[in-house]
């Protein structure tokens, strides 16, 4: 029996020519209509879908450079930033270190003052002594003071009770 499996049902057949394949025009058409439409889901194969397999890759693509660009942008944004904040941070800390001796100067004037206080107190004390000396002094020599040391007297209110007060000491 010279007999050939159709390749499309797979039934054994009797061929009327040697390159025969199929046992029917039918199962012939089946199988060609199958591997067009093989041909026609495989990528790469049919132009129309190579073109439509393309666009979203390429959309892809623009989207990822598009991001890319975004990412380089906000990039650029936070170096700037870190650059503000670093001109911040040093301007601050020069702040700081003026501020520190503006404190010190501050201290330095106020131990000034306490000192001058202390100093004109002293002054005022001594000469407040030696005005009532100088008062008791006239009164027991019975040498009278001068109109100027008078009128100093007593613009400075040292009367005879600052002599006094002097004299109880
Ligand atoms: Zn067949």
Known sequence: MSGKICQECRKAFKPSRKSQRFCSVRCGNRQRDRQR????????????????????ALKTHDSTVARFAAVQVESR?????????????????????????????ISDLRGELVRLRVNQ??????????AGRLLALGQ??????????????????????ARQTEARR
């Open 77 to 105: 944004k936070l170096d700037s930033l870190q650059t503000k904040l670093r001109t911040q941070s040093e301007n601050l800390d020069h702040l700081e270190a003026e501020i520190s001796e503006q404190r010190a100067t």
């Open 121 to 130: 107190e002293t002054d005022a004390h001594d000469l407040i002594h030696l």
């Open 140 to 161: 027991t020599t019975g040498v009278e003071l001068d109109n100027a040391t008078k009128d100093l007297f007593r613009r400075r209110g040292w009367t005879t009770a």
């Open 37 to 56: 439409r093989h041909r026609a889901s495989s990528p790469g194969t049919a132009i129309p879908k190579a073109a439509a397999a393309e666009a979203p």
